[in-house]
């Protein structure tokens, strides 16, 4: 099993967009004038997102044009015109006689509360991200939309620290799997390999590290009005050939990536969604893929609180090495 990037993978392209000052951004995977199959797993409780109907198993469409991550909790979703507006000039989209329409399904978090709230990801920047896809421009760190990402929220934003957008592919034989993740959660995250924490909550002196799930044992009084304000929103790529229905389950498999790396996760002060495309023909076994697709998304996510920097008054995982 060899690593590869995240862009080797043949009709796709990435592009991230961002406002650096107001601490938000967007991140395009583009599937090219054929589109991709594609499926939906959304485990967390309060999900913003565009165009999901499109991925359940009875909805007729069986191909999607293009996937948007992005900041701006429920606002951020105007973005997505930007994307359309994109394909639409280049002849993309489901042909309905007058025009063809995009298939564009997008899944934001929430970074209100990191730069300024009055400044969200709209159609200007979706369409600048296209146009960064166009040299497959995307980077992991603070960019796109894991600009104003953030984890470790049990407390507040005083505690929390700075996140970002991570990615990680393999190629085991012909077969390619990876994943591309924005992580913004409430919980802490770890190392999927041995376990210690690299991020999350901090003391009040933002010196050491917290056991968020320790804070929420602590009380289990009911809390009725919770905030919802995080959400770790992934894409799992694999060039094996699969078909809605079979994408929605290896999505749902991609969940135990986030399950490994992210506690506590699947809240319902998150909007936890994992996306899963197919860009290839290749026979594969379901199982296997999916296996794979859990591993790469939990890479992924380390690889979004390593490579971000600390920003915005939040301190990151680099400080604490």
Same mark, same amino acid.
């Given at each position: 099993? $060899?690593?590869?990037?995240?862009? +080797?993978?043949?009709?796709?392209?990435?592009?991230?967009?961002?406002? &650096?000052?107001?601490?938000?951004?967007?991140?395009?995977?583009?599937?090219?004038? #054929?589109?991709?199959?594609?499926?939906?797993?959304?485990?967390?409780?309060?999900?913003?997102?565009? %165009?999901?109907?499109?991925?359940?198993?009875?909805?007729?469409?069986?191909?999607?044009?293009?996937?948007?991550?992005?900041?701006?909790?429920?606002?951020?979703? +105007?973005?997505?015109?930007?994307?359309?507006?994109?394909? %639409? %000039?280049?002849?993309?989209?489901? +042909?309905?006689?007058? &025009?063809?329409?995009?298939?564009?399904?997008?899944?934001?978090?929430?970074?209100? &509360?990191?730069?300024?709230?009055?400044?969200?990801?709209?159609?200007?920047?979706?369409?600048?991200?296209?146009?960064?896809?166009?040299?497959?421009?995307?980077?992991?760190?603070?960019?796109?939309?894991? &600009?104003?990402?953030?984890?470790?929220?049990?407390?507040?934003?005083?505690?929390?620290?700075?996140?970002?957008?991570?990615?990680?592919?393999?190629?085991?034989?012909?077969?390619?799997?990876?994943?591309?993740?924005?992580? $913004?959660?409430?919980?802490?995250?770890? $190392?999927?390999?041995?376990?210690?924490?690299?991020?999350?909550?901090?003391?009040?002196?933002?010196?050491?590290?917290?056991?968020?799930?320790?804070?929420?044992?602590?009380?289990?009084?009911?809390?009725?009005?919770?905030?919802?304000?995080?959400?770790?929103?992934?894409?799992?790529?694999? $060039?094996?050939?699969?078909?809605?229905?079979?994408?929605?389950?290896?999505?749902?498999?991609?969940? #135990?990536?986030?399950?490994?790396?992210?506690?506590?996760?699947?809240?319902?002060?998150?909007? #936890?969604?994992?996306?899963?495309?197919?860009?290839?023909?290749?026979?594969?076994?379901?199982?296997?893929?999916?296996?794979?697709?859990?591993?790469?998304?939990?890479?992924?996510?380390?690889?979004?609180?390593?490579?971000?920097?600390?920003?915005?008054?939040?301190?990151?995982?680099?400080?604490?090495?």
């Amino acid at each position: 099993m $060899n690593e590869i990037k995240i862009t +080797d993978f043949e009709g796709l392209q990435i592009g991230n967009a961002e406002n &650096t000052e107001a601490a938000t951004g967007c991140t395009v995977l583009l599937f090219g004038k #054929d589109g991709a199959p594609a499926g939906l797993d959304v485990r967390g409780g309060g999900p913003a997102s565009r %165009e999901s109907e499109l991925l359940k198993p009875m909805a007729a469409a069986q191909i999607i044009h293009a996937i948007l991550l992005s900041g701006g909790s429920a606002f951020g979703l +105007d973005a997505a015109g930007g994307v359309q507006k994109y394909l %639409e %000039e280049r002849g993309i989209g489901f +042909d309905v006689g007058v &025009t063809k329409v995009p298939l564009v399904c997008q899944s934001d978090l929430f970074d209100l &509360t990191v730069g300024r709230m009055d400044v969200r990801p709209d159609a200007a920047m979706g369409y600048a991200a296209c146009l960064g896809a166009e040299h497959n421009n995307y980077r992991d760190g603070n960019y796109g939309a894991g &600009t104003g990402a953030s984890v470790g929220k049990m407390a507040g934003m005083g505690t929390c620290m700075k996140s970002g957008i991570g990615s990680y592919a393999v190629q085991l034989g012909d077969l390619k799997v990876g994943a591309i993740v924005a992580v $913004n959660s409430l919980g802490d995250i770890y $190392n999927w390999r041995d376990g210690h924490k690299v991020a999350g909550m901090l003391t009040p002196d933002c010196k050491h590290f917290v056991d968020s799930e320790d804070v929420v044992f602590a009380d289990y009084e009911v809390v009725e009005n919770k905030f919802v304000g995080n959400t770790t929103i992934g894409v799992v790529l694999t $060039n094996a050939a699969f078909q809605k229905t079979q994408l929605c389950k290896l999505a749902g498999m991609a969940h #135990d990536g986030y399950a490994r790396s992210i506690r506590p996760v699947h809240t319902s002060a998150d909007g #936890d969604s994992i996306y899963a495309v197919s860009l290839g023909k290749l026979a594969a076994d379901q199982d296997v893929v999916g296996a794979l697709g859990a591993r790469v998304m939990s890479e992924a996510i380390l690889r979004a609180v390593q490579s971000a920097d600390a920003a915005y008054g939040l301190p990151c995982a680099k400080d604490f090495q």
